[in-house]
């Protein structure tokens, strides 16, 4: 009985999915992409894109930030810089967004090398 209890416990020990203890889950209503400087959310607006930028579920101090975003709608493409606005990064313009919206970013965080992160808006 022993022996079968511990070969239980061990099937179910290897099949069972492992959950992270991060979370990635939206926090300001965006699309989060997982990136190597940390995640970035992307909300997207017809006037303003914003990053937000955190690490393991908790918002990253921004020291420093520049980037650019480029926001892909059919056939049409438009470009913004990025800008360190307090604890986020924002771009200003004119921007199709709906759903299908493929959206480039790339960014430089606190003086490390700069990430890609593509997102589409939901």
């Given at each position: 009985?022993?022996?079968?209890?511990?070969?239980?416990?061990?099937?179910?020990?290897?099949?069972?999915?492992?959950?992270?203890?991060?979370?990635?889950?939206?926090?300001?209503?965006?699309?989060?992409?997982?990136?190597?400087?940390?995640?970035?959310?992307?909300?997207?607006?017809?006037?303003?894109?914003?990053?937000?930028?955190?690490?393991?579920?908790?918002?990253?101090k921004l020291t420093s930030a520049t980037g650019k975003v480029t926001v892909f709608n059919g056939n049409d493409k438009t470009e913004a810089p990025l800008a360190l606005v307090g604890d986020k990064l924002e771009?200003?313009?004119?921007?199709?967004?709906?759903?299908?919206?493929?959206?480039?970013?790339?960014?430089?965080?606190?003086?490390?090398?700069?990430?890609?992160?593509?997102?589409?808006?939901?």
């Open positions: 009985m022993k022996t079968l209890a511990a070969a239980l416990l061990v099937a179910s020990a290897i099949t069972l999915p492992t959950f992270a203890a991060e979370d990635h889950a939206p926090k300001h209503g965006g699309v989060v992409v997982e990136t190597k400087a940390g995640d970035l959310e992307l909300v997207a607006k017809p006037e303003l894109v914003v990053i937000h930028v955190s690490d393991h579920g908790k918002p990253m771009a200003k313009g004119s921007f199709k967004v709906g759903a299908g919206t493929k959206v480039l970013t790339e960014v430089s965080l606190n003086g490390k090398p700069t990430v890609s992160a593509r997102f589409t808006l939901k």
